[in-house]
């Protein structure tokens, strides 16, 4: 048994015990807060101060530029400078008051998706409360009476200001977890459609997207998740967009442990590689870390791309010999593309222009060559102890264990049609 493995098997008894100890509780172990506090890759958790007992916030909500990945800037609309929103954490029993600012040109309102409170306090523009107009802030003010990965969302207008960002998760920490956390990811999945030289992000799209994205950004703009092997990762996944996503992590086979409802018990959770994310709901998936670098992207073909044009003819086997010059006639710096498939793509970002303020397909460089992919994708790095410190560098993937090229045996060769 290697150490690691020693760790993983003594750790829950250990926990156990720190469970069961009167006055030992969770909190000695992450610096004073009751939880592990979560990680919004890309992203930010919101400040709080307490006020006779209320753990208070203030949220603005206003037009922000927003980077995608590198090279691409969009006009979006979010919260206190960034999209998705910062995120709210708080325990259950906890009182919260939130100020919310309205910057915008409209009037918006927050509803809380998810949470249980009074219903003058859910946020719905005409229906729970007056909008707040442009300029105004208004307080919201109520008592967390569950746990789970909530998030938050403009309730007026939403079809625009929703699709111009405006989201953010709420996350609510049970009293007391049994089983600790190493790590807590939050991601949002979204899509925009921001038409090719464009940076305003068009709401009135339905269906037909082009970029996808985690917390807002597209690969290799988004930062990996990382961890050390043995450790329990848990993910959230948060949905307000238009579109489902199957969300597939490799190497790992994960349990799907909670959902907008909070935890599940153990005997209801199930086993997984990839979870779907619907609009309007949340997922939360845990797992113990494998030492690697692994991807984690939406499988929907086209999301884990960029920009990607959806009206380009099929030219997939399509013998173009002598087409590119022709062409190039009419349209200097024509090259013919898509015989063999798209990757080529990746290797064409490097020295194609395309409009402005636009990202190519795919790219992101591997150990091993151009990754081939973009919008919602990223990598979760685990390294064991000996690494600690290298989840910046590529897995150095022990000798013998990397696929590489081979002689057929005589046995495949001569069965070979
Ligand atoms: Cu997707």
Known sequence: MSPCQ???VALPFLLLILVATPGVSVLAQTGGLPYTPVVTPNGATLPFRVVDGVKEFHLIVEEIQHELAPGMTIR???????????????????????????????????????????????????????GIAPGATFKYEFTLRQHGTQMYHSHGDEMVQIGLGAMGFFIIHPRRRETRIDRDYAIFVNEWAVHPGSSRPDPNVMTDFDLFTFNSRVFPGT??????????????FGNVGQETHPIHLHGHSFRVVGTDGGDLPVAAQWPETTVTIAPGQTRDIEFVAIEGDWALHCHRRHHPMNAMGHDIPNVLGVDQDGLEERIQTLLPGYMAMGETGMEEHAQHAGHMTGPDNTLPMMGGEGPFGAIGMGGMFTLLKVRGRADADQETEWYANPPGTVAEPAELPDYWRSRMP
């Open 6 to 8: 020693r760790m993983c």
């Open 76 to 130: 979006a609309w979010g919260y206190n400078g960034r999209t998705p929103g910062p995120t709210i954490e708080a325990v259950e029993g906890d009182r919260v008051r939130v100020y919310v600012t309205n910057r915008l040109p409209k009037s918006t309102a927050v509803h809380w998706h998810g949470l249980i409170l009074p219903s003058g306090m859910d946020g719905v523009q005409g229906l729970s409360q007056q």
């Open 223 to 236: 930062a990996p998740l990382t961890a050390r092997a043995g450790e329990r990762v848990r993910i959230r």
